[in-house]
């Protein structure tokens, strides 16, 4: 089957899917986590021989780690889907509605977006993650995961089809795309077939979808986020979000990796949180202010401040006031998600109406900005652009909205 | 001034907009209006150099119509920035909001989206019309006109940015782009200086900025509009309908295109429509069922059913029945605006729930999907693609959303 067949069949299926109701949809969400449970030993065959081949070819040990499942991984998967059932159907959802002058009503409505193209690196898991968020949405999906974990997408993708037949849906709604590079491509191009597609990935994959796709693209984000001591902050209070911010998952891209501290309160504040973050094992890259106040600190270049570490490195900076911290986030910030720690009421609302990010935080972790603590249920990854969805992106995200008008007759008359 | 070095001055002047208040916009509107009038002479000096210019090339008497002013058209640009003064500010609207169980306040509010490019054709209105939605909207804007167009647009801008600085905002806010097809192509690729491209238009001009893009776009309408006589239609009711969607403004993309007559009905239904609407001095091009009830009817090709006459044409065809009028919306709709006139909730709930398309109507006429009969108060064009915003856009479309978070030292536990 060319690409071009698979996308026609699932824009068929999507037809289907958008008019289903709930219980249709959570009915074969159920029926897919226990065709995929039951289908736990092929999947793990599977699993073992795309690890096989990958040591075979010298895979990285970090890149084994994401693409290996478990048992317990496959379980996790199927308790994903199940959970997704107990979700509220984002599809109906009433946005807004008024009735005009000549008593048009007018409903702004949530209606799924069709057909949804995800290409995303190694993790296997991914694959039943974003086929249910799809589903749930009421989209079909085009899964373009990554070549290493081919067998297992296989088996994944084999179970949920399974799943699908079952519950009476079209299989055509869960798709996994194979090829090479130029089906990658032809997925970018394929302008009436693909609705929306979204990258998953690092910022390699991401910068070339966003910058090669002539479908809608929502970027999910790289995230180089910062964290302001303000003149006014407590500075316990300081020390306990940088460190929660910085060590408690330093690999994902709400994680902290710049520190700006404001002069006026650099001589006590960095010591401080240079100690503690040394003492939690963060290496920290700081500025020659900083160095000069703390020689733990190992000196910090330019593309420093660019750097998105991901690991138990963080960038230190001396600034000379609130403005100059908001410009070197204007500067060197992915737009992610920023932080102060303040106790000052104007500088809290100063920085949050200035900086422009997904998410613009006072006194607390950016460790937040995440689905899952904002109650969504379930993400599908956060969005660093500025159109359609900015931030987390949960069921709703994964819809488009259309303009229902039910009159008796009316008919424009200027 | 090259186009990079104007998209760095919008973007330096974007980080001043999102700050304004209300008052500071609505007050730079009124001055903006006040200098546009003022320089009323010299707006249309340049225009009547620009008609001449067009004149001298041949070009052809509808785009002169498009290109032409007059003191009332200027008139009609001036006021239309006051009334953006009096529409309340999208900025700073909180969308939702919430409390996690930690105690951390999150909302979800809008916010500038930053420098907002418009690539349209050959209306000079549209110059003022662009740039006081995006400032009023917070967005610094590049305004890509047509280069036949040219000197008009100079004048109407140079009096809109004296009104800026009269008012004491910067300047570069509201930019001309001036220059050949490779600026448009640099617009096209200004990644991280143009946060949105809006292309107005022809169907040309849109596809070559969709296809051709990597910064976001927003796709705006062409528009292929249905209208189904179903069974139980009221005929009285179906025929005011379609005169008044077809005929009140001929040229314009919510305008009909093409009516679906339901079988069971068709026999009485069309030679009452054809012949109301050849009265009105429409042409329908029909198929062979419609052209046995009524020899008024011409022969429509299949190629008709994709046209977008925006003329005194409509095509006509008969169908077996609601779902086969369904699949021919999926199939030639342009996903702008779909009728169906019925009397029957069954019909009408199918119908809103099947098609696809930024507007879906029952019983009243396509005409009303606009942002002025919606009541947006100013309308930017009318989006046909799925994200981002879908159907008429106002100043709320021309906002992104952040995420506030505020806590008192919250940090993530799991």
Redesign the interface.
Known sequence: MTFQDQARAAKVSA?LL??LDRAAKDEALRVMADRLRSATGEVLEANRADLDRGRAAGMAEGLQDRLALSEERVESMAAGLESLAGLADPVGEVVRG?T?PQG?R?E?VR?P??VIGIIYEARPNVTADAAGICLKSGNASLLRGSSSALESNRAVIGALRAGLADAGLPVDAVNLVEGGHDITDEMMHA?GLV??LIPRGGAGLINAV???S?V???ETGTGNCHLVVDADA?LA?AE??I???KT?RPSVCNALETVLVHSEIAAEAVPRLVGALTGAGVRVHGDERSKALDDRVVPAGEHEYEAEYLSLDLAMRVVDDLDAAIAHI?QFGSGHSETIVTDSLAA?RTF???V??????????S???DGS???FGAEIGIST????A???MGLAEMT?????????????LG
Chains 1, 2 share one sequence.
């Open positions: 037809t958008r008019r008024w005009t048009v007018i702004q209606v977006i069709g302008r609705d929306l966003v910058t090669g002539s809608p693209v929502i407590d209070m306990k979000i460190l929660n911010a408690q204007r809290a949050q109406d200035s422009d990010a997904a998410a613009v935080l006072v006194n607390c972790s460790r937040f900005v603590e904002f109650g652009q500025k159109t359609h900015r931030g987390p488009s909205t259309t303009y229902r008008l039910n009159g008796s007759g009316q008919t424009r």
